[in-house]
């Protein structure tokens, strides 16, 4: 008896191949294209904000957005969504780190032991 499993599901990605016609040399998903165009503003408004100046051709901000949207999903599988990566990537930067300077524990030493022939 062969089972049937379910990679097919898997398999099937939501693909952009490009307009009708001319394919694109690169097949990305939509959620990388959408990805994409969320961080270009978004880098354009952190350059903004640092230097005061506007680009008309944002290049540093293009490349940032591309390698940080290629970064994102080299994690992203089917079992995990690009969302749980970003949500990860943004609670782990703000994990406990350990002190600079070692902190001793309390000691803990009976100076005084009392026995009691009743329990109260």
């Not at 990679?7 to 959620?31: E, K, M, N, Q, S």
């Not at 600079?100 to 000691?107: F, G, K, L, Y």
Request: no cysteine; proline share 9%.
């Amino acid at each position: 008896m062969r089972l049937r499993t379910d990679d097919d599901i898997y398999r099937a990605r939501l693909v952009y191949l490009g307009p009708p016609g001319y394919t694109l040399p690169v097949h990305l998903p939509y959620a990388q294209y959408g990805m994409f165009v969320v961080l270009v503003p978004l880098f354009m408004v952190i350059h903004y904000l640092i230097t005061l100046e506007f680009d008309p051709f944002p290049a540093w901000e293009i490349a940032l957005a591309m390698v940080s949207t290629s970064y994102v999903f080299r994690h992203v599988d089917p079992d995990r969504p690009a969302r749980v990566v970003i949500r990860t990537a943004l609670t782990d930067w703000r994990r406990t780190r350990e002190p600079a300077v070692e902190q001793r524990d309390p000691r803990l030493v009976a100076t005084r032991i009392r026995v009691r022939e009743e329990l109260v």
